[in-house]
């Protein structure tokens, strides 16, 4: 019997040809792949996940930011040269920041470079003036005196639109919406919100004065506007605070013959307004801070997403001595300290400051101390602080400098000078 079973045993298996791989090996090379995959995928709903909770309780992450945001590391598997990142063409009408990279604007286009100096967005325009502003990795380029404008992310243009009025000035909410100052018809000028979608949700008309600064809240429920208006002669400034749910300004400030040129939404509903002899934080109808400015003059002011405001005064009116303050969302002063030198910028962001003067660039902490120094071209036109990293926008380029301990000259620009030297050898 035991003959029979074995006889039977190699029959069952006859004609299977015997293999010479080890069991599973073929599941374990799928598994190497999958595994992998799955953990990537594992990875990316769990950042969706955190991302969209974030938005749910701060209200500052969108859908596009979302986007620019995984577009950017597929974009970041090809980087760019690097800084210097030298400008093809004239010196662009300005550069800023947009999130942690720069928005350029030129003549006939804009376009956003990375950390690498990559493009990763690049976008014509046909504005006769193109201004813009930005606001939480977003911004609005319109034509100053024209009638279109374009919201833009860091990746894409998000959408374009043409009014049947005349822009004067536009800013950008965090929650994405559209705040424009436009010539009136009826009026002398008028407000008119838009949210993200593009819907209006507040139009207003100012009957004898020009709106020259807009500004919503982070929640997209409130306005302010800077107006100049002339009477007898003389001319006036007010700040107008709006609630959406009413059809007229539930406050207003009268500044006098003071020139209110910015205002802006820095805690909630509380707004700052500032000029050349006006810097006041207001919260409410009753609630207005003046910081003393009779005896100085605000010279340049820089606000970060984070709301910390930087202020350069001049002393007595002079071009050569400033004060360096820093305020906090609140408006309560940081610190304050003397800067022996004409100011042509101020920056700030993660806690650092970068000033920029006619031939120094200097990098203090929020308590105010120096923390490093750099000597940079003469032709330095504004600086942009990016935590360690402190960037500076000249007539042909934007440069980078550390903004720690002393800089040396960036490597690409000191290999440039070499090769002058020795192509006059």
């Not at 620019?68 to 598997?77: N, R």
């Not at 107006?227 to 400030?253: Q, T």
């Not at 050569?320 to 003397?338: A, C």
Request: proline share 2%.
């Amino acid at each position: 019997m035991k003959e029979e079973n074995k006889k039977t045993s190699v029959s069952g298996n006859k004609g299977k040809k015997k293999s010479n791989k080890r069991p599973g090996k073929k599941n374990a090379s799928v598994s190497a792949i999958i595994t992998p995959l799955a953990k990537i995928i594992l990875i990316v709903a769990v950042i969706l996940i955190l991302l969209f909770i974030a938005a749910d309780r701060f209200g500052n992450i969108s859908f596009s930011s979302v986007g620019d945001y995984f577009g950017g590391l597929v974009s970041g598997m090809e980087n760019g040269g690097g800084y210097p990142y030298y400008f093809e063409s004239n010196t662009p009408e300005n550069v800023m920041k947009i999130g942690n990279d720069f928005l350029v604007v030129e003549k006939d286009k804009v376009f956003v470079l990375d950390s690498t100096a990559k493009k990763i967005l690049e976008s014509e325009h046909a504005y006769a003036v193109p201004l813009a502003q930005s606001k939480n990795s977003r911004a609005v380029i319109f034509d100053a005196g024209g009638d279109s404008y374009k919201v833009v992310s860091k990746t894409k243009v998000l959408y374009e639109k043409k009014l049947d009025s005349r822009i004067i000035t536009a800013s950008l909410g965090k929650d994405g919406s559209v705040a424009l100052g436009v010539r009136g018809t009826s009026a002398m000028s008028r407000l008119l919100v838009f949210n993200k979608n593009q819907k209006t949700v507040f139009d207003w008309q100012c009957a004898k004065e020009n709106i020259i600064s807009t500004a919503v809240s982070d929640n997209g429920k409130y306005a302010a506007v800077s107006i100049v208006g002339a009477e007898n002669g003389e001319l006036y400034s007010k700040v107008l605070f709006f609630d959406f749910d009413y059809s007229e300004p539930l406050y207003e400030y009268d500044f006098g013959e003071k020139i209110v040129s910015r205002v802006s939404f820095v805690n909630g509903g509380k707004i700052m307004a500032s000029g050349e002899k006006v810097l006041s934080f207001i919260k409410g109808e009753k609630n207005k801070d003046d910081i003393d400015l009779s005896l100085n003059t605000l010279s340049r002011i820089y606000t970060n997403d984070d709301n910390t405001t930087i202020v350069a005064l001049s002393k007595y009116g002079s071009s050569s001595v400033k004060i360096l303050k820093g305020y906090s969302k609140n408006g309560k002063e940081l610190f304050s300290t003397e800067i022996n030198s004409n100011v042509r910028s101020v920056s700030c962001s993660g806690g650092y400051i970068s000033v920029l003067t006619d031939r120094q660039l200097l990098c203090y902490n929020k308590r105010g101390k120096n923390v490093g120094s750099s000597d940079v071209p003469n032709d330095g036109i504004s600086c942009f602080n990016s935590g360690s990293s402190t960037y500076v926008f000249t007539t042909g380029a934007l440069e980078k400098y550390k903004s720690f301990g002393n800089n040396e000259k960036p490597k690409s620009t000191e290999k440039t000078q070499t090769e002058k030297t020795k192509a006059e050898k």
